[in-house]
C-alpha cells in the first residue's frame, strides 16, 4: 500500500450494536403472531436479507403467509425497529470507535460509511457522529449488497480517492469480501476465524489509532 488516504467503516458491529434491536423487533413480531422466537434461533438471521429472515422465523413458527401479507409483516417489523433505534444515544457507540475515528481525521484521513442498512443516517444522527464521517454510502443510496464491492468503490469515490488508498473495517465475512472485491486492505473487527481474508484482525477499536494502522500496513513483511 503506497498511501493510506482513506478509512471506511461499516456500521453495525464497527462504531455501534444494533443487533439486539433487529432481535427485539423479530421477537415482537413472533409474540404477535403467537409462537417464541428465541436468541438462538435468531442466530439464523445473521448477515440474511430482511426478507429471508422473515422466511425463517416464521419456519420456526411453521406459518407461511402470501407475498402480500410476507410484505406488511417485513414493513411492520422494520417500523418496530426504526422505533428503538430512534431512542439511541452516544452511550451506544462501540469503545474506541470516536477516538478513533478522531485520531484519522487530525491526521488528514478521509472517512466514509459503507453500510447496507437504510437506517444509518438516523442512527449516527442519534449517536451524534455524522460529522465525523465525510460521506456516507448506504442502503439508500446503493442496492447491490456485499460482498459486490458496489458500497465500498461509491465510498472511494464520494471521498475522490483511489482503492488501493483505502481500508475498509468490517466485522462480516461478506464485508471483507466486498472490501477485497473492491480492491482495498482489510480490518477485521472480532473473530479472525471467520474473517480469515482480512489483512489484519482485531477483537474491537479500544485504543486503536492512526499511528497503530500505519504500523501494520506501512512496515515491511
Known amino acids: 500500500m503506497e498511501q493510506l488516504k482513506a478509512c471506511i467503516f461499516d456500521l453495525d458491529g464497527v462504531v455501534v450494536d444494533t443487533a439486539k434491536y433487529h432481535y427485539l423487533a423479530w421477537k415482537r413480531l413472533a409474540n404477535e403472531l403467537g409462537f417464541e422466537f428465541s436468541e438462538q434461533h435468531n442466530e439464523r438471521l445473521k448477515g440474511v436479507s430482511r426478507m429471508r429472515s422473515l422466511e425463517i422465523l416464521l419456519e420456526v413458527g411453521g406459518l407461511t403467509f402470501p407475498p402480500e401479507k410476507m410484505e406488511e409483516l417485513a414493513a411492520k417489523k422494520n417500523a418496530w425497529y426504526v422505533e428503538y433505534i430512534k431512542k439511541m444515544t452516544p452511550d451506544e457507540i462501540l469503545p474506541g470507535a470516536k477516538e478513533f475515528l478522531e485520531d484519522l481525521r487530525k491526521n488528514g484521513i478521509r472517512i466514509a ?109
Do not use: W
Request: hydrophobic letters at 45%.
Open 113 to 221: 460509511l459503507g453500510s447496507a442498512s437504510k437506517n444509518s443516517p438516523l442512527i449516527l444522527d442519534r449517536i451524534e457522529l455524522k460529522n465525523h464521517f465525510d460521506a456516507v454510502i448506504d442502503g439508500n443510496s446503493v442496492t447491490i449488497a456485499k460482498p459486490a464491492p458496489d458500497i465500498f468503490l461509491s465510498a472511494a469515490k464520494a471521498l475522490g480517492v483511489s482503492p488501493q488508498h483505502c481500508i475498509v473495517f468490517e466485522d462480516a465475512e461478506a464485508g471483507i469480501e466486498a472490501a477485497i472485491n473492491a480492491g482495498m486492505r482489510t480490518v477485521g473487527i472480532g473473530n479472525p476465524q471467520i474473517l480469515s481474508r482480512a489483512d489484519f484482525v482485531v477483537p474491537n477499536l479500544i485504543g486503536f489509532t492512526y499511528s497503530k494502522l500505519v504500523k501494520l500496513f506501512m512496515s515491511p513483511v
